[in-house]
């Protein structure tokens, strides 16, 4: 079915990738295209000559602002920049886009380009954070940026968008982070997870399509433009995860949690109390357990381990459909590095290479899900 589609372009020197999506948009749909100024520097002259691209208030006669957002049935801005989404996350209307987007109350879509320090940024994430409730983020991903550089920040490709825009959005859960498990009021035991692969999971994830539940540790950061759901024990882990299990395709269960509990204490424990010992009880295997009740849904589980076997018996007893395997003595904890071995209940399915954690999660995706 035709729709109403308002494109947006922003001043980034991605924007010529712009004239790609619209020529895909606009081969079912009726397709206007905004810009901010600073965007146009960036889009083709023949393309400004053969499309009408509008930016200025003085192209119109009356209140354009308003009668384009009543006539979208959907609103598009790619790419965006660091600065227009900081902008528009403060509410802030001067131009003619910003001022549109702001009337704006149906379905909106952006995808962010920008160097992945920018992206990372605290007041980024914020801003992002803050959009999601209305906005659809779509990306950014992993890739080559300018100057050469690589990084989380790269602009997702046209069709990847239209993939996004016009196909069915699956359901995915990731965990990520250690649990903690109290001692008393205070003090708890943890594991040393960075909670890193998870993470990148989530994003890459969320840049292709995915509707992405990211249940985390409270110490790992949340992922800008996904539902972000924190714990603290393995308790709060599963209470969220069954929280979320409706309409489940798959879980990514990267989440390093404790194989033991403790019986809490109330209170500090006094150390003039002398030596102290802990009553260490094993824990409920959280995947085998919620593979028991959701047998169509698509389980990954993560396993680290001090060697490199293939360790079927562990995959079969918990029930998962994939097993992905690091090695933790050759992966350091917190690098931002991963290499990984991908088995199911039968055979080897992929072995990586030492890379980047963002791309051994496209490697992991592509291997389990796509």
């Known amino acids: 079915m035709s729709e109403n589609i308002l494109l947006g372009i ?11 999506l619209f020529n895909l948009l606009n081969q079912d749909n009726d397709v206007v295209l905004f810009s901010t100024k600073e965007g ?34 959907k609103v598009i801005i790619y790419p965006a920049t660091a ?8 509410g802030l209307a001067d131009d003619l886009l910003l001022s549109t987007l702001l009337m704006y109350d149906k379905e909106i879509y952006i995808a962010p380009a920008m160097h992945e320090e920018m992206f990372m940024d605290d007041k980024i994430q914020k801003n992002i954070l803050n959009l999601s409730d209305k906005v659809t983020f779509c990306g950014p991903r992993f890739g080559d940026l300018d100057i050469g ?22 359901k995915v859960i990731v965990t990520s982070g250690p649990t903690s498990e109290y ?16 993470r990148a999971l989530a994003i890459e994830l969320m840049s292709i399509g995915y509707n992405v539940v990211y249940i985390h540790s409270k110490d790992v950061p949340p992922v800008a433009g996904v539902k972000n759901i924190e714990f603290v024990t393995s308790k709060d882990l599963i209470n969220a995860m069954n929280s979320e299990s409706s309409n489940l395709k798959h879980l990514f269960m990267v989440a390093a949690v404790s194989d033991f509990i403790i019986e809490k ?20 295997d959280i995947v ?83």
Request: glycine letters at 4%.
């Open 40 to 73: 146009l520097k960036y889009v083709s002259e023949d393309f400004q000559n053969n499309n009408k691209i509008y930016s200025q208030w003085e192209q119109f006669e009356g209140s354009p602002h308003i009668d384009y957002a009543r006539w979208a049935d």
């Open 265 to 284: 204490e109330d209170g500090k424990i006094n150390r003039n109390h002398g030596n102290l010992s802990l009553n260490l009880s094993p824990n409920i």
């Open 288 to 370: 085998k357990e919620y593979k028991l009740k959701n047998k169509d849904v698509n389980v990954i589980s993560f396993s680290a381990q001090t060697n490199n076997e293939l360790n079927y018996e562990k995959i079969i007893d918990k029930n998962s459909d994939f097993l992905v395997i690091n090695n933790i003595n050759k992966n350091n904890f917190g690098s931002n590095e991963n290499k990984v071995t991908i088995i199911n209940k039968s055979e080897l399915v992929y072995e990586s290479q030492n890379e980047n954690k963002h791309i051994i999660a496209q490697k992991i995706i592509k291997n389990t899900i796509l």
């Open 83 to 90: 600065n227009f989404i900081s902008k528009f996350a403060h």
């Open 183 to 198: 001692i008393d009021d205070v003090r708890m035991i943890t594991n040393r997870s960075s909670g890193k692969q998870g």
């Open 149 to 170: 550089d690589q990084g989380v920040g790269r602009l997702i490709e046209p069709e990847e968008l239209h993939n996004i825009l016009y196909s069915k959005k699956e």
């Open 10 to 20: 922003t001043g980034s020197i991605a924007s010529s990738k712009s004239e790609i």
